[in-house]
Nanobody, 120 residues
Framework: QVQFVESGGGLVQPGGSLTLSCSASGTAFTMHAMGWYRQAPGNQRELVALITREGYPNYGDSVKGRFTISRDDGKNTINLQMNNLEPEDAAVYYC??????????????WGQGTQVTVSS
C-alpha cells in the first residue's frame, strides 16, 4: 500500500504563511498526481491544489494567487506554500495521491490530515 508523511500544519495569524509537505511511499506505486484537499467542519472536502507527475498544477478558485504547489523531482513529495492566509482557509488539510498501486489505478489514497488554524 501507500504510506503518507504530512507535515507543516499549525496556527497562524490572518495574513500569515505556512508550508505543508507530503511524501508518499510504497512498493509498486507509480504516482500520476498528488495534491492537497481540505475539509472544514460542516463542509465537503474540496480541492486546494494538485500537481501532476509532469509538473502541471491545478488550483481551487479560492486559493489562486495565494497558494503555490510544487514537487520534488524524482520523489513523491509535494509542498504547498500558503500565503496571505485567511480565516476561511482554516480546515484539516489532506494529502491525496493518484496513481497505480500494484497494477491498479487508484485515486482514493489519502493521508491522515493536518490541521491548519488561522486566527488572531
Amino acid at each position: 500500500q501507500v504510506q503518507f508523511v504530512e507535515s507543516g500544519g499549525g496556527l497562524v495569524q490572518p495574513g500569515g504563511s505556512l508550508t505543508l509537505s507530503c511524501s508518499a511511499s510504497g512498493t509498486a506505486f507509480t504516482m500520476h498526481a498528488m495534491g492537497w484537499y481540505r475539509q472544514a467542519p460542516g463542509n465537503q472536502r474540496e480541492l486546494v491544489a494538485l500537481i501532476t507527475r509532469e509538473g502541471y498544477p491545478n488550483y481551487g478558485d479560492s486559493v489562486k494567487g495565494r497558494f503555490t504547489i510544487s514537487r520534488d523531482d524524482g520523489k513523491n513529495t509535494i509542498n504547498l506554500q500558503m500565503n496571505n492566509l485567511e480565516p476561511e482557509d482554516a480546515a484539516v488539510y489532506y494529502c491525496n495521491a493518484e496513481g497505480v498501486v500494484s497494477g491498479t489505478l487508484r485515486s482514493d489514497l489519502w493521508g491522515q490530515g493536518t490541521q491548519v488554524t488561522v486566527s488572531s
